[in-house]
T-cell receptor, first 109, second 115 residues
Framework: TQLLEQSPQFLSIQEGENLTVYCNSS?????LQWYRQEPGEGPVLLVT?????EVKKLKRLTFQFGDARKDSSLHITAAQPGDTGLYLC?????????FGKGTLLTVNP | EPEVTQTPSHQVTQMGQEVILRCVPI?????FYWYRQILGQKVEFLVS????????KSEIFDDQFSVERPDGSNFTLKIRSTKLEDSAMYFC?????????????FGQGTRLTVV
């Protein structure tokens, strides 16, 4: 069974701070996806990383896929209250996604 | 923008009753999924469905669960005899194909409460 461990589980920071959250596994994934989930809603895809060592940027969010394709990180620069939410990583095969437990981020004004 | 829609948004049922959760995937998508999320826990894969048959299912998806695409638009999850531990958010998702960069679109979820 492929498992994804996310850390930290909870993160509370002040507006303007930078942060990094992590997604780690002992298994190799063909791709990893990052989602953001608001309370009472379904996950919304932020990015997919496919190639080992790949770095993708989405405005203030930077996603990195580890060289061995076993881990990934999400870095947010100058966090804003609108970034508050549950950040999930998920590793894929063709027919299913395995999700981590997520990092619950709170950005305080 | 096309979206996956799920009904109802909230379902309360008595233990032992059958429930059917409904989903309308995005119209040109071919791959359909059900996931669940027990309160405070991670999103868990239940089943994937393609070409009118199950592609893969998890150990959670036992004989009490079934899926169906009864017509060209709906995708349903049936739980035959609900248990208290079936209480969770159930999410439907769809994809146009299974390429590594192909996004899975999730619905807003159905909150199932078994009492």
């Amino acid at each position: 069974t492929q498992l994804l461990e996310q850390s930290p589980q909870f993160l509370s920071i002040q507006e303007g701070e930078n942060l990094t959250v992590y997604c780690n596994s002992s298994s190799v994934f063909s791709s990893l996806q990052w989602y953001r989930q608001e309370p009472g809603e379904g996950p919304v895809l932020l990015v997919t990383v496919v190639t080992g060592g790949e770095v993708k940027k989405l405005k203030r969010l930077t996603f990195q896929f580890g060289d061995a394709r076993k881990d990934s990180s999400l870095h947010i620069t100058a966090a804003q209250p609108g970034d508050t939410g549950l950040y999930l990583c998920a590793g894929g095969s063709n027919y299913k996604l395995t999700f981590g437990k997520g990092t619950l981020l709170t950005v305080n004004p | 923008e096309p979206e996956v829609t799920q009904t109802p948004s909230h379902q309360v049922t008595q233990m032992g009753q059958e429930v059917i959760l409904r989903c309308v995937p995005i119209s040109n998508h071919l791959y359909f999924y059900w996931y669940r999320q027990i309160l405070g826990q991670k999103v868990e894969f239940l089943v994937s469905f393609y070409n009118n048959e199950i592609s893969e299912k998890s150990e959670i998806f036992d004989d009490q669960f079934s899926v169906e695409r009864p017509d060209g638009s709906n995708f349903t999850l049936k739980i035959r005899s609900t248990k208290l531990e079936d209480s969770a958010m159930y999410f439907c998702a769809s994809r146009i194909d299974t390429g590594p960069n192909t996004e899975a679109f999730f619905g807003q979820g159905t909150r199932l409460t078994v009492v």
